[in-house]
């Protein structure tokens, strides 16, 4: 054949070709992109800042499933007959409203799979309280303001460690019988400037009363703070803590285990506190949620 221009280029067409569909099925065997039929339902379509989102989804074939949110881990447990799973995801308390991307990794035989689906975030209205005070009330002196970064960053670090191991079995418990005060995600201005929101809830109760663990977990924290005086965080297994502030004290030890219903600390006012009460929050891989939402699922 005698070799001209268009013989040329229809040779190096037909080579890539070759070349593509050579290597094509070993790209799709490693990841498929497409939904691998599967049935995902969700808690409750109304999704706010703040709240927590059950996740059910019924995968026949799927041996293993996991998720991620937000860049941050979704863990799954294997429920029913094999072929369901459930995971929970935190939405922020300040994430942005509208649509989420949730991305879903599966397990089918020796293949990897992978689905994604939306999550639509609706805004939650927060209260709003301004406030004027004497300004040595308002700004901190350099010491009190670099131990308060410092603890901070202590507390970011225990949020970093996530365990896929699911501690918490059942129903939440509220950790302490008293009067609830629902102010969550509460901003407050302070002589004109805004402070972080209030980040849990909290529970009026007499200084020295019980308090108690909600659900299963592990402590994994104990200190004291600056602003949350005498502080505890358990961990609950896949991302999932609690944060206890204010006790006047703390009655387990970093490593304990505990089960729903132990006694991990006392009601008190220590820290940056106006009165005994304590201050209950959680976080899901990293997300800030309404304590009150664990009753919900």
């Known amino acids: 054949m005698r070799l001209t221009f268009t013989n040329l ?26 939904p691998f039929g599967i049935d995902v339902s969700i808690s409750d379509k109304d999704i ?32 029913g007959n094999g ?14 409203p509208g649509r989420n991307h949730l991305t ?17 975030v609706k805004e939650r209205k927060y209260e709003i309280e301004r406030l004027t005070l004497p300004e040595k009330m308002v700004e901190l002196d350099k010491e009190a303001e670099e131990r308060a970064d410092r603890e901070a960053l202590e507390l970011k670090g225990v949020w970093e460690e996530v365990s896929g191991e699911r501690l918490w079995d059942g129903k939440f418990a509220l950790p302490v019988n008293g009067d609830l005060i629902s102010n969550f995600g509460k901003k407050r201005v302070l002589n004109g400037k805004e402070k972080s929101p209030h980040n849990g809830i909290d529970i009026s109760a007499p200084e020295g009363r019980e308090v108690i663990s909600p659900n299963n977990g592990r402590a994994v924290f104990a200190a004291e703070h600056f602003f949350g005086g005498k502080t505890l965080v358990i961990d609950h297994g896949q991302g999932l803590y609690t944060t206890y502030l204010h006790l006047s004290k703390v009655s387990v030890k970093v490593g304990d285990m505990v089960n729903r219903g132990d006694i991990i600390g006392l009601v008190g006012k220590t820290g940056r506190s106006t009165g005994p009460h304590l201050h209950w929050s959680s976080r899901l891989n990293k ?11």
């Not at 703040?50 to 941050?72: C, M, Q, Y």
């Open 48 to 79: 706010r800042q703040g709240d927590i989102v059950l996740v059910t989804v019924r995968a026949p074939g799927i041996s293993s499933l996991k998720g991620e949110f937000h860049n941050n881990p979704i863990f799954f447990s294997k429920t």
């Open 83 to 96: 072929d369901s799973f459930t995971g929970i995801v935190g939405i922020d308390m300040t994430l942005p």
């Open 9 to 34: 280029k229809l040779f190096v067409a037909e080579t890539i070709v070759a070349v593509n569909l050579l290597f094509l099925p070993v790209c799709l065997a490693e990841v498929k992109q497409e």
């Open 104 to 120: 879903l990794r599966g397990v089918k035989g020796e293949s990897d799979v992978v689905s994604e689906m939306e999550l639509d």
């Open 287 to 297: 997300a800030r949620i309404d304590p009150l939402k664990l009753f919900s699922f």
